[in-house]
């Protein structure tokens, strides 16, 4: 079978070989074959610390580990003994070998300047974005001087450093920074909101944040200050104080931004501009040893209660996995012309362990592009620049998400095509399923047919990659993120733990310990072990496993199949949000007695989100309100300011009561189900549904 349409039903079963490096144009591959890649599986299973051991070999250590793993299930502590610095390894250590006027990062800026020379014929490019590239001595004395400004704040080995800016170059020039002297890193998405941002905060007991004036998004300017001055507010009311903001021009020539003076207080905060703080510290930093055990950083995501949760990441065993993911996922090998992108928001895991840490660490540069793929906006809502960056810095790796792959189908053929994308040679995919049509669309028109699609699959507490092909050794097949990495010992499991046959639905689970494993949810011991080790055990040894909470099968072949969250949470484009955090911001406003919130599957989005909402009449009465679309948009907007753009409801819907089960409990199935039947919103503004009956029809089967 190579490459043809058997069947386009249900089951999948297209399949594309691993293409030949000849073939592809790529020098080698680091696995070349199937037969490679499952001897090397079947030993990193078998010699686990041998495997690893030479795993973290590839990273430079100030002491070697002493052992290689300690296991109490589920505690983890990897290459113990050892210490080394992810700063160092990320741009330090090629400093020294030699390397320091490569360039490690590519930035374009997303607003266009008039071009001052050759003006083009064609108006669409008359303007030129603005770009800068910073070579690995550029980032060495830059997180030097940050890092030193970080110091004379107080920061120290062990604190949280919160993270809140665009995607500017001084973005990875803060997070290098901080693991330059042993501090952690929480980096928070740019798109959410001051209440969001408060709550990380003060989850991680975070006195620093670094932030910028605004950051640039579709032409228009995201208020990142203002929204750090809001959550301020927010944490001083809760008796947390942030003693420094430390803030980034980055749009004040557009919108002259809340004026303040390196020294100013906010309250009790004391502001400081970086270019007053940073661009005169002594680039004179070394990097501090840290234990291989010592947290890297906290990444906060959805779970299925309403607080988001502080994923624990530690230095050694992450930085491993991460440098052994990024080279064998996308082959990457330094000095060979690559120049990778990966399209997500540093904000997000994959922008920390495949923007930053995994190209950095294996001296491939990388680029970073500050804002959206359509801008300048063509008609219809268009754009093509991503394939504008693609052309004019001959990329070689682009990975990004299905539901951005979605929006480039349906902004039609024509665009890619207008664009040299012949230097391309392997492409990725990440954050939920792809589905087959999608992937063939990335295949043909971005791939050339001739690009192996790499469907990652993997999460925030993973890591790095966990299930994926390798470009030279694993042929794919549209849907599927094929077989484990290596090291990674994946099973479909029943509930009692038995392994199931092929094409049985089951949980994805992962039986043996990883490095790159989180090693805990911070501050809370409770729901580390309830949410991924307390549903799935070794049924002869008793060994709990980890769950992902994501449904999913193999096939005859030990391809895996995702199917999806089994959990109360939804993936919208790709983000994790938890029902609870939309349904508490709901209830926080003062019409709502009680909301649900579900998933609807969605053509671009994978799954938005549905709100069904039951009022307080009283409420409604005294202020002359009925529930209407201007109650249904004000209620969406409300949203958006409580938890950010993300989790505004494609639906809201009126009810007369939420369906329950005998025991109180949201009969949520239901919902799903109701929701997925109707297009959309009953626009009969007065009639609120009644669920009563069809709730009692299924309150035995819930
Ligand atoms: C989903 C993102 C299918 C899955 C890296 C997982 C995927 C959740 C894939 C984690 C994929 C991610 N195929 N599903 N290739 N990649 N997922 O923590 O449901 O934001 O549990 O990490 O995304 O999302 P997270």
């Given at each position: 079978m190579t490459g043809q349409s058997i069947s386009s039903s249900l089951v999948e079963r297209r399949t594309f070989p691993a293409p030949s490096a000849a073939k592809l144009g790529v020098g080698r591959f680091h696995v070349e074959s199937l037969a490679d890649y499952h001897r090397l599986h079947a030993r990193s299973i078998a010699d686990p610390a041998g495997f690893w051991g030479e795993e973290a070999a590839k990273l430079s250590w100030f002491k070697r580990w002493d052992r290689v793993l300690d296991w109490q299930a589920p505690d983890a502590r990897w290459f113990v003994g050892g210490t080394l610095n992810a700063c160092y390894n990320c741009v330090d250590r090629h400093v020294q070998d030699g390397h320091g006027e490569q360039v490690a990062i590519v930035w374009e800026g997303e607003p266009l300047s008039p071009r001052t020379h050759h003006p083009a014929p064609d108006s669409r490019y008359a303007h030129e974005p603005e770009l800068r590239t910073l070579?690995?001595?550029?980032?060495?004395?830059q997180t030097s001087r940050a890092a030193n400004a970080l110091r004379a704040m107080g920061v120290k080995k062990g604190d949280v450093v919160t993270i809140y800016m665009p995607m500017v170059p001084e973005l990875a020039v803060a997070i290098l920074a901080c693991?330059?002297?042993?501090?952690?890193?929480s980096v928070i998405f740019g798109g959410f909101a001051p209440h969001a941002i408060s709550e990380r905060v003060m989850d991680a007991h975070s006195r620093v944040i670094i932030t910028a004036d605004g950051g640039y998004r579709r032409g228009d300017i995201v208020p990142l200050l203002k929204n750090v001055q809001e959550a301020l507010e927010q944490t001083a009311n809760h008796g947390h104080i942030v003693n420094h903001v430390l803030c980034l021009k980055r749009t004040a020539h557009q919108a002259p931004s809340q004026r303040f003076s390196t020294g100013d207080h906010?309250?009790?905060?004391?502001?400081?501009w970086w270019h007053d703080v940073v661009d005169s510290a002594s680039d004179a930093c070394p990097c501090v040893e840290m234990d291989s055990e010592d947290m890297l950083f906290l990444l906060y995501t959805s779970g299925s209660t309403g607080k988001p949760k502080g994923i624990l990441h530690t230095t050694g065993g992450y930085l491993t996995y991460v440098n052994m993911t990024a080279r064998l996922t996308f082959n990457l090998m330094p000095d060979s012309g690559q120049l990778f992108w990966c399209s997500a928001d540093i904000g997000w895991v994959t922008g920390h362990s495949y923007v930053l840490y995994g190209p950095l660490m294996n001296r491939v540069p990388t680029l970073m592009y500050e804002g959206?793929?359509?801008?300048?906006?063509?008609?219809?809502g268009r754009g093509d620049r991503f394939w504008s960056i693609i052309a004019r810095h001959r990329v070689t790796h682009f990975y990004t998400a299905p539901t951005a792959i979605r929006t480039f189908m349906k902004w039609g053929d024509d665009l890619p095509a207008r664009h040299d994308m012949s230097s391309l040679r392997i492409l990725g995919s990440v954050g939920e399923p792809i589905n087959p049509e999608a992937w063939m669309w990335f295949h043909e028109h971005i791939?050339?047919?001739?690009?192996?699609?790499?469907?990652?699959?993997?999460?925030?507490?993973?890591?790095?990659h966990v299930c994926t092909p390798l470009p030279g050794a694993i042929a794919t097949k549209p849907g599927s993120c094929t077989v484990p990495m290596l090291g990674i010992d994946a099973a479909i499991v029943n509930e009692q733990g038995q392994?199931?046959?092929?094409?049985?639905?089951g949980l994805f689970c992962i039986r043996k310990p990883w490095p790159g494993m989180l090693r805990g949810v911070y501050g809370n011991r409770e729901r580390f072990i309830s949410n991924y080790w307390g549903r799935l055990k070794d049924p002869h040894t008793g060994?709990?496993?980890?769950?992902?909470a994501d449904g999913a099968r193999r096939d005859e072949d030990g391809y895996f199949w995702i199917q999806g969250r089994i959990d109360d949470v939804i993936k919208v484009s790709g983000h994790l949000l938890g029902t609870m955090e939309v349904e508490?911001?709901?209830?926080?406003?003062?019409?709502?007695?009680?909301?649900?919130?579900?998933?609807?599957p969605h053509e671009i989005k994978g799954s938005a989100i549905c709100a069904f909402v039951t009022l307080k009449p009283a409420w409604l009465s005294r202020n002359g309100r009925a529930p209407d679309d201007a109650l249904r948009k004000e209620l969406g907007e409300h949203v958006v300011r409580e938890v950010g753009a993300l989790a505004r409801p494609e639906q809201v819907r009126f009810a007369e009561g939420l369906p329950k089960t005998r025991s109180g409990k949201i009969m949520r199935r239901l919902l799903r189900d109701v929701a997925a039947g109707v297009e959309k919103i009953t626009q009969d503004t007065t009639t609120l549904e009644d669920f009563s009956v069809v709730a009692k029809l299924r309150t035995d089967d819930e």
């Amino acid at each position: 079978m190579t490459g043809q349409s058997i069947s386009s039903s249900l089951v999948e079963r297209r399949t594309f070989p691993a293409p030949s490096a000849a073939k592809l144009g790529v020098g080698r591959f680091h696995v070349e074959s199937l037969a490679d890649y499952h001897r090397l599986h079947a030993r990193s299973i078998a010699d686990p610390a041998g495997f690893w051991g030479e795993e973290a070999a590839k990273l430079s250590w100030f002491k070697r580990w002493d052992r290689v793993l300690d296991w109490q299930a589920p505690d983890a502590r990897w290459f113990v003994g050892g210490t080394l610095n992810a700063c160092y390894n990320c741009v330090d250590r090629h400093v020294q070998d030699g390397h320091g006027e490569q360039v490690a990062i590519v930035w374009e800026g997303e607003p266009l300047s008039p071009r001052t020379h050759h003006p083009a014929p064609d108006s669409r490019y008359a303007h030129e974005p603005e770009l800068r590239t910073l070579t690995y001595r550029d980032l060495q004395q830059q997180t030097s001087r940050a890092a030193n400004a970080l110091r004379a704040m107080g920061v120290k080995k062990g604190d949280v450093v919160t993270i809140y800016m665009p995607m500017v170059p001084e973005l990875a020039v803060a997070i290098l920074a901080c693991v330059r002297i042993g501090a952690a890193h929480s980096v928070i998405f740019g798109g959410f909101a001051p209440h969001a941002i408060s709550e990380r905060v003060m989850d991680a007991h975070s006195r620093v944040i670094i932030t910028a004036d605004g950051g640039y998004r579709r032409g228009d300017i995201v208020p990142l200050l203002k929204n750090v001055q809001e959550a301020l507010e927010q944490t001083a009311n809760h008796g947390h104080i942030v003693n420094h903001v430390l803030c980034l021009k980055r749009t004040a020539h557009q919108a002259p931004s809340q004026r303040f003076s390196t020294g100013d207080h906010l309250g009790a905060t004391v502001m400081h501009w970086w270019h007053d703080v940073v661009d005169s510290a002594s680039d004179a930093c070394p990097c501090v040893e840290m234990d291989s055990e010592d947290m890297l950083f906290l990444l906060y995501t959805s779970g299925s209660t309403g607080k988001p949760k502080g994923i624990l990441h530690t230095t050694g065993g992450y930085l491993t996995y991460v440098n052994m993911t990024a080279r064998l996922t996308f082959n990457l090998m330094p000095d060979s012309g690559q120049l990778f992108w990966c399209s997500a928001d540093i904000g997000w895991v994959t922008g920390h362990s495949y923007v930053l840490y995994g190209p950095l660490m294996n001296r491939v540069p990388t680029l970073m592009y500050e804002g959206a793929p359509n801008f300048p906006t063509m008609e219809n809502g268009r754009g093509d620049r991503f394939w504008s960056i693609i052309a004019r810095h001959r990329v070689t790796h682009f990975y990004t998400a299905p539901t951005a792959i979605r929006t480039f189908m349906k902004w039609g053929d024509d665009l890619p095509a207008r664009h040299d994308m012949s230097s391309l040679r392997i492409l990725g995919s990440v954050g939920e399923p792809i589905n087959p049509e999608a992937w063939m669309w990335f295949h043909e028109h971005i791939g050339r047919a001739k690009c192996p699609i790499v469907d990652t699959y993997w999460q925030t507490e993973t890591g790095g990659h966990v299930c994926t092909p390798l470009p030279g050794a694993i042929a794919t097949k549209p849907g599927s993120c094929t077989v484990p990495m290596l090291g990674i010992d994946a099973a479909i499991v029943n509930e009692q733990g038995q392994e199931l046959g092929p094409n049985q639905g089951g949980l994805f689970c992962i039986r043996k310990p990883w490095p790159g494993m989180l090693r805990g949810v911070y501050g809370n011991r409770e729901r580390f072990i309830s949410n991924y080790w307390g549903r799935l055990k070794d049924p002869h040894t008793g060994e709990p496993w980890y769950f992902s909470a994501d449904g999913a099968r193999r096939d005859e072949d030990g391809y895996f199949w995702i199917q999806g969250r089994i959990d109360d949470v939804i993936k919208v484009s790709g983000h994790l949000l938890g029902t609870m955090e939309v349904e508490s911001a709901l209830v926080s406003h003062p019409a709502v007695a009680e909301a649900a919130v579900v998933g609807v599957p969605h053509e671009i989005k994978g799954s938005a989100i549905c709100a069904f909402v039951t009022l307080k009449p009283a409420w409604l009465s005294r202020n002359g309100r009925a529930p209407d679309d201007a109650l249904r948009k004000e209620l969406g907007e409300h949203v958006v300011r409580e938890v950010g753009a993300l989790a505004r409801p494609e639906q809201v819907r009126f009810a007369e009561g939420l369906p329950k089960t005998r025991s109180g409990k949201i009969m949520r199935r239901l919902l799903r189900d109701v929701a997925a039947g109707v297009e959309k919103i009953t626009q009969d503004t007065t009639t609120l549904e009644d669920f009563s009956v069809v709730a009692k029809l299924r309150t035995d089967d819930e």
